[in-house]
């Protein structure tokens, strides 16, 4: 099951950064795990949305992030990061797991793809 949200943009978002929801305003803005405000519940944007655009983001789910998560071994936590907009592979100030590496399978090989947990 895929729980998304739309809202409008507070900001530039590009695909794939990790987003909450302005306490302030409701719209949705770049997020990261410098302090408890911005690392607020979210998840990561579907798609590039400027200013007043609307954003889907996905918050939980299973979603394929391309090649970035080829380094890091199944069952491997990622976490928001202090950097706006990104996730890590450790936590960041303030710790926020946002999902796992899981396996997909559509080849003989797995995949690897997100888990978020409902960031």
């Not at 302090?35 to 394929?64: F, K, M, P, W, Y």
Request: glycine share 14%; charged share 15%; with cysteine.
């Amino acid at each position: 099951m895929i729980q998304q949200f739309t809202g409008p943009a507070v900001e530039a978002i590009a695909i794939g950064q990790r987003c909450r929801f302005d306490a302030t305003t409701g719209k949705i803005a770049l997020g990261n795990a410098t302090n408890a405000g911005e690392a607020a519940r979210g998840g990561i944007a579907t798609h590039a949305a400027a200013i007043g655009e609307a954003l889907t983001i996905i918050n939980q789910g299973s979603v394929d992030v391309g090649e970035a998560l080829a380094a890091l071994n199944f069952g491997a936590l990622v976490y928001v990061s202090d950097t706006d907009g990104t996730f890590a592979d450790a936590a960041g100030t303030v710790s926020v797991a946002a999902g796992m590496v899981i396996p997909r399978w559509g080849s003989p090989t797995a995949d690897r793809v997100l888990w978020l947990f409902g960031i």
